[in-house]
């Protein structure tokens, strides 16, 4: 009786051993399945499909999209939007001639060409099995409505539905929110961790928290933890008159992407104006205490698993260098409210969103600014080659290339602002 005993408890041992081993592996196949269907925005330098280059329609700008496009479709399907067949076929010949094999370049119709496809354009994410979405953020024009109290233009509520139209082209799922954000507005390391301003994020939500702001960030881009630095820089802000004295702006309205970038899971590279350069003009003056506020931030925040982040800085260049002046005139004037008190033939100077941060992350390339030409200070050749230097030694394994972007900067954006990629 006794050994019978025995025998039952060592079965029931071995059954309950049996099942725990079944419930724990049905647990894990669980955890399994959820990490392979959960959409997650990937990082810019994991490998990618496709990238969509913006087109102006403008001879000068146009160049700095043909030198992307030539740098890039070697290594990446290159994707054009296109309303007009004689705009593509315009296109095609211009890009020829510039040695770009067209037959690699992917065009796709839309109602409008839209240039700045980080912005109103399709921002992926990906799950494990390489199944993909689009994220649809809520679009207001870079905050220009609400900063200059105009409704929204037919035209900009076109550019803003241009995501959904291309997650049609590409029949692919669309995950929507009423939270107004840019691609250009949002960084992430692809491992959990988003970063964006926070003073952009509430100025283009009002009547919304950033608690409730964060979790729809979250909750689109699969991220856990957010960062959030906290003011725009003036050299990227619009206000509806000038920044500070006679200085104004020209740029995207708090973009993250002009001054603070993940680079690895782990590693941030954040601009730096250097000393010297600081009280050249009010607005670096302002900017180079709000880039170290970042800094300050930044050193203190952690990834999802509370490991610090290595910061590296980045050059940025002399505004002074790159400013227009323009002198007002009877016309020109009234675009000044009554608190300016200019009169006729004052000087006004406008910043364009020159920066070294504004690069773009591909297969095998990096693409970065390169400033320089011969009447420019010495030092701009030198901030043109660290900015080259600083990214090889963080990509080596992929070749750095220099593209001048100063015709789109004075529109407000650069080399990153007019790419945007696909994941694989």
Same mark, same amino acid.
Not at 181 to 205: D, F, K, P, W, Y
Not at 404 to 422: A, R, S
């Given at each position: ?40 925005? !990937?990082?810019?330098?994991? &490998?990618?499909? +496709?990238?969509?280059? @913006?087109?102006?329609? *403008?001879? %000068?700008?146009?160049?700095? $999209? ?106 692919? !799922?669309?995950?929507?929110? &009423?939270?107004? +954000?840019?691609?250009? @507005?949002?960084?992430? *390391?692809? %491992?959990?961790?988003?970063? $964006? ?122 505004? *002074? ?104």
């Amino acid at each position: 009786m006794h050994y019978n005993n025995k025998k039952i408890l060592v079965t029931c041992y071995m059954k309950i051993n049996l099942l725990t081993i079944l419930f724990l592996f049905g647990v894990l196949s669980i955890s399994a399945q959820k990490n392979d269907t959960t959409f997650h925005m !990937p990082a810019e330098w994991e &490998p990618q499909q +496709a990238v969509w280059v @913006g087109l102006f329609g *403008n001879p %000068a700008r146009d160049t700095v $999209s043909a030198a992307i496009i030539k740098a890039l479709h070697n290594n990446v399907q290159i994707r054009l939007n296109y309303s007009y067949a004689y705009d593509k076929k315009r296109n095609n010949k211009f890009f020829h001639n510039l040695e770009i094999d067209t037959t690699k370049l992917q065009w796709i119709e839309d109602s409008l060409d839209n240039a700045w496809v980080r912005d109103p354009g399709p921002l992926f994410i990906k799950n494990n099995k390489g199944e993909q979405k689009i994220i649809d953020f809520a679009w207001i024009q870079y905050g220009h409505h609400l900063v200059y109290k105009k409704k929204l233009s037919a035209l900009a509520y076109e550019a803003g539905r241009s995501d959904i139209r291309m997650a049609a082209k590409l029949n692919l !799922p669309v995950i929507s929110t &009423p939270i107004v +954000a840019e691609g250009g @507005g949002i960084e992430t *390391n692809g %491992a959990g961790v988003s970063m $964006s301003i926070e003073e952009t994020a509430l100025q283009r939500n009002p009547g919304k928290t950033l608690v409730e702001i964060g979790a729809e960030y979250l909750r689109v881009t699969g991220s856990q933890k957010m960062i959030w630095l906290k003011r725009m820089m003036l050299h990227d802000k619009t206000v509806p008159d000038l920044l500070i004295e006679n200085w104004t702006s020209t740029g995207a309205n708090g973009h993250i992407d002009e001054a603070v970038r993940f680079v690895e899971t782990n590693t941030i590279v954040v601009a730096q104006i250097d000393e010297e350069e600081r009280n050249n003009n009010p607005i670096s003056k302002v900017d180079y205490e709000i880039l170290e506020e970042y800094c300050a931030t930044l050193k203190k925040a952690s990834d999802v698993n509370g490991k610090p982040f290595k910061i590296i800085r980045m050059p940025a260049p002399d505004l *002074n260098v790159y400013a227009r002046s323009y002198v007002l005139n009877d016309k020109s004037i009234k675009r000044f409210s009554e608190n300016f008190p200019f009169k006729t033939g004052d000087t006004v100077k406008t910043v364009p969103s020159v920066s070294y941060m504004n690069f773009f992350i591909s297969n095998n390339v990096v693409l970065v600014a390169k400033y320089w030409k011969e009447g420019m200070p010495l030092k701009e050749k030198e901030k043109d080659e660290a900015a080259k230097r600083i990214l090889a030694a963080i990509y080596p394994d992929r070749k750095i290339i220099q593209i001048n972007p100063l015709p789109v900067n004075y529109l407000g954006g650069g080399i990153h602002c007019i790419t945007q990629q696909q994941p694989e």
